[in-house]
């Protein structure tokens, strides 16, 4: 099992920047074992893939919505995965969960623990 805990989520305007922070835990759960997603889901609408790091941080993946503006990172002696958010549009107010999962996918199911999510609002 593993608990994965979301932090860095709050009020911003359009054009700033926000970090979001995701710590892994568990005590048979290795974090450099697990590929780690960021997902988001505004009100209304599906959970939709934004950025996704490999298990040693070589290759990242990102949605063309935040291709440019946003930036995972990933720090395996920490157990901790970030998202830095950029030029931030009112678009990308949503929940953001972070996911860990065995490989590549930009798909919810494919991934096996979440965290509970942290709100980031961007007004206009």
């Known amino acids: 099992q593993a608990q994965l805990v979301e932090s860095g989520g709050g009020l911003v305007q359009a054009g700033g920047s926000l970090r979001l922070s995701c710590a892994a835990s568990?005590?048979?759960?290795?974090?450099?074992?697990?590929?780690m997603g960021w997902f988001r889901q505004a009100p209304g609408k599906e959970r939709e893939f934004a950025a996704y790091?490999?298990?040693?941080?070589?290759?990242?993946y990102y949605a063309d919505s935040v291709k440019g503006r946003f930036t995972i990172s990933r720090d395996n002696a920490k157990n901790t995965v970030d998202l830095q958010m950029n030029s931030l549009k009112s678009e990308d107010t949503a929940v953001y969960y972070c996911a860990a999962g065995p490989t590549y996918s930009d798909t919810a199911r494919a991934y096996t623990y979440w965290g509970q999510g942290t709100q980031v609002t961007v007004s206009s």
């Open positions: 790091i490999s298990r040693a941080g070589y290759s990242t």
């Open positions: 568990g005590r048979t759960f290795t974090f450099s074992r697990y590929g």
